[in-house]
């Protein structure tokens, strides 16, 4: 027998005592939990590290809230038409976009109504395509003018300098008149910095209670062409005395409303007249609002 083989057999013949046995255990067992403390201080650590970072990266996304308010008057103007909670429609930008070509800037805000609450049986789609189709062909149309005006300024003489220094413009936005639970009111724009000829103002009015477009029948009961004229011709003389022009009828001024009369509701629930630039009184007064029954 090698000596290898005689060192295997004493190995073999050595017996382990009992109790050194148990004790083996009992370390291998404390061992365990050890290993299983430190993983249960290694996880609170990892849970209470998550949740510092979680808290700083909220704080991150409410300062650049605040911060994105106090920079950007787009985001502000979106933050401040946020509905309220419980209305029944929203105001929402559909489309934005900005361009510029030949030193023609275009910018552009298409609105949308969105239902907040569903199954209230008001149709909106009908009104949501017509506000895109007017606001894209109004865009269109005004670029190709634009693009007219031009061409006849170029090859009327013009430069490529002077027609910069004209910083033609052409803008489709809104702006919301009433959001609340009742009704929802707001106008459409589309203007032309280089002439006010081919603006255009478009006024909805939406009765959440019915789910139909609000006339001034609606608001101010049937045949009510006559009590919007007589406020109007007194609100007038009274602004006149105030030093505000206005045309006369002999002029083109105001001579009674028409059935397409453009008005929007304001907060406090009343019909607000609105005429256009020169319309009854000279470009430099702009826009002609006559708030009916508000006294």
């Not at 060192?7 to 299983?36: H, T």
């Not at 998550?50 to 994105?68: E, N, P, Q, S, Y």
């Not at 639970?181 to 000829?197: K, Q």
Request: aromatic share 8%; charged share 30%; glycine share 6%.
């Amino acid at each position: 027998m090698g000596n290898l083989e005689k060192m295997k057999e004493n190995y073999d013949r050595i017996v382990i005592p009992k109790e050194l046995s148990i004790r083996i255990q009992q370390e291998i067992e404390k061992s365990r939990k050890q290993q299983e403390e430190k993983r249960k201080v290694d996880h609170v650590y990892r849970y209470k590290r998550l949740t510092r970072g979680m808290g700083a990266a909220a704080a991150c996304i409410c300062i650049l809230f605040t911060a994105a308010l106090n920079t950007s008057p787009v985001f502000a103007k979106e933050a401040a038409q946020l509905p309220v909670i419980g209305n029944l429609a929203q105001i929402l930008t559909f489309r934005s976009y900005e361009t510029e070509t030949n030193d023609i800037a275009v910018s552009v805000e298409i609105p949308t109504i969105e239902m907040i609450e569903a199954d209230t049986g008001i149709g909106i789609d009908a009104v949501n395509q017509e506000i895109l189709d007017r606001c894209s062909q109004y865009a269109d149309d005004a670029v190709l003018r634009a693009e007219e005006y031009r061409t006849a300024f170029l090859e009327t003489g013009g430069t490529l300098e002077e027609w910069k220094e004209h910083e033609i413009r052409i803008t489709v936005d809104y702006e919301i008149k009433q959001q609340s639970s009742h009704y929802l009111s707001f106008v459409v724009r589309g203007t032309e910095s280089w002439t006010s000829a081919y603006n255009e103002s478009n006024y909805y009015n939406l009765d959440l209670v019915t789910g139909r477009m609000v006339t001034l029948d609606d608001m101010l009961g049937a045949n009510c062409s006559k009590l919007v004229n007589q406020s109007i011709r007194e609100q007038i003389a009274e602004r006149r005395e105030g030093g505000e022009i206005f045309f006369t009828e002999e002029e083109g001024g105001f001579a009674g409303i028409s059935e397409e009369v453009k008005f929007y509701i304001n907060k406090e629930d009343h019909p607000v007249i609105v005429f256009e630039k020169y319309e009854i009184a000279p470009g430099s007064s702009g826009e002609i609002e006559f708030e009916i029954g508000g006294n």
